[in-house]
């Protein structure tokens, strides 16, 4: 393995990786570092081209050392489709879906999971706990489950029914908070204080670990393009840790020499009805202000008060990519009129990208061949009330 070290992207502090870490002294989120001329040296796109069908096919770009800590249930590597019929509808000739509803638990969750509970094992960790708005909440019971670890799931009422089955049924302790995300995150912080340091806090980019699991996403689009890059990749953005991680992933194959030095446009799309870091981006701020009485169809993204705002926007800046927020009537007529173009219920976050590239294209900021990639989360079964049946 090639990690060397987590550093802090506010004020540059470095921290030893073999320690179970979260936050750094700053309050800021860390990030993994390798040392990519030592993985320019001992792989190139051809090696891994022969490897298998998952995530760790981009294993010295990952932070498990022994692969006996390594937790996997087959994660990774999702199929990147064109949506032809869908796309000349929108007016975007070279449309592609990026469909993360086939990994384990049903959403691109499974990544960082995999991940995340792989490290925390290999560092010690026994028992995990964060708060979450159902999917990763899900994926970490499951993988925790799968590499022997207790978990602590805190999530919303609200949160998709299946997702609240999904952790008791891999074992997890659920408890359910009558609130949002936040609510749920004070109710773990209390736990952990409780625990004196017997609990690993896993929550959304409080450990460096799960955002590398996300970051694959990158690596994949990729190298299924021919090792090159789309022009826009759009994304649903709650935590932001998956539009956080695709662009960790696009800076370390640009460095690694593996593409060239143009990078992706990255679209950050959110609610209406949940929008801090929309309303950040579009006044210039630095830091996005805690939304208020925040509720949107597409749950997975009604985060609001992103830990990760600065990266964030950090990314959109670097890439002169946008934001963007829609509404949820959009979402769901956008969810519909999909499917009966190109077959697949998609989930509602991954709808909210369908809206976001569409109204991108009438304002003219994408052009009909732009190559649009457009991540679709999660597996559309999970949220069956988006559809309603007639007579029903």
Known sequence: MFLTHLACPR?????DAEVLTNLCECGSPLLARYDLDAVRAAVAPADIARRSADLWRYRELLPVRDDAHRVTLGEGWTPLWPAARYGAAIGLDRLLVKDEGLVPTGSFKARGA???????????????????????????????????????????LGAPAITRNEVVAAGGELILVDGLINDAGRLVADLLAAAGGDIFDAGTLREPYRLEGKKTMGYEICEQLGWRVPDVIVYPTGGGVG?????????????LGWIGDRLPRLVAVQSTGCAPIVRAFEAGARRAEPWTDARTVAFGITVPAPLGDELILDALAATSGTAIAVDDEEILADLRAFGEREGLLLCPEGAACLTAARKLRDSGWLTADDEVVVLNTGAGIKYPETISTPGA
């Open 114 to 156: 995999a991940v995340g509970v792989s490290r925390a094992r290999e560092l010690g960790a026994r028992h995990v706990a964060m708060p979450t708005n159902g999917n990763a909440g899900a994926a970490w019971a499951t993988y925790a489950a799968r590499g022997g670890l207790r978990s602590t799931i805190a999530m919303p």
């Open 11 to 15: 004020c540059g502090r470095q921290h």
């Open 243 to 255: 539009l956080i991680g695709i662009h960790k992933a696009l800076g370390e194959l640009r460095e």
